[in-house]
Structure formats: C-alpha cells, structure tokens
C-alpha cells in the first residue's frame, strides 16, 4: 500500500460546485502539504499543516480551504470550483529532516 | 521574489551516457535541497538530498553537488538508462522551514 494515499486519483467536476480532495498518510509524520501542479510548472504550495491544531496559507490558498480531521488525515476543498483550477493535486507528507513523500496525485478537471 | 529554477526545461541524453541536469536558487539563506522524480502519471520520488554544510553527495548513480557561492546545484546521472526518463525537480528549503520550494523541473528523455 501507498504511504501517501489521495482520493479521488481523478475527478471531473462543474463550475460553482464544491469539491473535496482527500489524503490519507500511514508514515505517521505530523507535517502534510497540498501542492498543485500545472505544465511546465513547479509545484506550488496550497496549504499546509504541521499537527492537527496548526493550519497555514500557502503561495496559492485564495479559492481553497483544507481541515486536517487527524495526523493522517488532511483534505483539500475547493469552495466554488472554476476552471483555472484545473491542475495536478499533490498531497505530501515530510519527516523531521524536512523530506518530503508525495501522494499519486489528483487530476482535477473544472468544466 | 525567492525562487529556485532550472537551466534548461529539456534534456535529452543518450543511453549509457551521463546526464547533468542543473539549478540555481536566489534564496542565499537556503540550507536544504532535495532533487526529485517525477515519472508521467506518478508523484515526485525523492532522488537525493544535501544540507548546506557539504558540497557533494552520491547516491546509487547519482550525484550532488552544491556551488553555495553561485547558489547552483546539479544532479549528475550515471549510465543514463531507459528508465531514467522523467521530470526532474529541484527544491529548497530553509532551516526548520518544511516548506519546499520548487523548481519548474527539467524534463529528461533517453534515446536508445
């Protein structure tokens, strides 16, 4: 089994309707992370958690909201989604030297 | 704004030759970095990492180095193979941050 999991592996979805990613670690790290990824992009960060209490803003958070429901376990909704929300989702985990293991990945399509 | 980047988006090595692929970051204070792979349809794997304090670390066929004075960093393939081809991504990170930044990745193809 995969240390990092993420459902759905790919979803098509409307404009305007409410969308949850979600991921599931079994690595027992504290820190999580949602990346998004787009062509001939780097990944950039969404959101990020380093416990369950601790909840942060990323480079490109205006659109998202993310809850981490325990240490496993940290989703990744998008509100209202639109179409230049069409991306690669990644969930990563890192350790404590700051190495990050990444999920398979959510294709997201906003028509 | 600070930013890590690649040199080139492409690459394209020939089989059983060595591969290096480069990276230069602007963020002077970055005292980590890791070199990952991403296969099509796949996550990031992670390669190799090296903290600022060293200059060059190998792994199995690969190898880092680190230039702290032109804040450049490189990954060396040995016997680039088949299945070496892939999207490879630098990140930094300062200390005790956890947050990586990426780079746009160079993507490498192996001709046979």
């Known amino acids: 089994d995969a240390d990092v999991t993420q459902t759905p592996r790919n979803r098509i979805t409307k404009t305007g309707k409410r969308i949850m990613l979600e991921c599931s670690q079994t690595?027992?790290?504290?820190?999580m992370y949602w990346y998004r990824q787009d062509p001939g992009l780097g990944l950039r960060l969404i959101y990020y958690?380093?416990?369950?209490?601790?909840?942060n803003k990323g480079e490109i958070s205006d659109g998202y909201s993310v809850s981490r429901q325990a240490q496993a376990k940290f989703s990744l909704s998008l509100e209202s989604a639109i179409p230049n929300q069409t991306a690669l989702y990644f969930c990563?985990?890192?350790?404590?030297?700051?190495?990050?293991?990444f999920g398979q990945g959510t294709r997201l399509t906003v028509v | 704004g600070e930013s890590v980047g690649l040199h080139l988006p492409t690459l394209s090595v020939q089989e059983g030759d060595n591969s290096i692929i480069n990276c230069a970051y602007s963020?002077?204070?970055?005292?980590?970095f890791i070199w990952y792979k991403q296969e099509s349809g796949k996550g990031p794997q992670f390669i190799i990492d090296?903290?600022?304090?060293?200059d060059k670390r190998q792994g199995q066929r690969v190898t880092v180095l680190l230039n702290k004075t032109v804040k450049h960093l490189s990954l060396q393939i040995a016997a680039t193979q088949p299945g070496d081809s892939a999207v490879y991504f630098c990140?930094?990170?300062?200390?005790?941050?956890?947050?990586?930044?990426f780079g746009a990745g160079t993507t490498v193809t192996v001709r046979a």
């Open positions: 990563a985990t890192s350790d404590q030297g700051g190495r990050a293991f």
């Open positions: 690595k027992g790290h504290d820190r």
């Open positions: 958690s380093f416990d369950v209490k601790d909840i």
């Open positions: 963020n002077s204070a970055s005292d980590y």
């Open positions: 090296i903290r600022s304090n060293m």
């Open positions: 990140a930094e990170n300062l200390l005790n941050d956890y947050k990586l930044s």
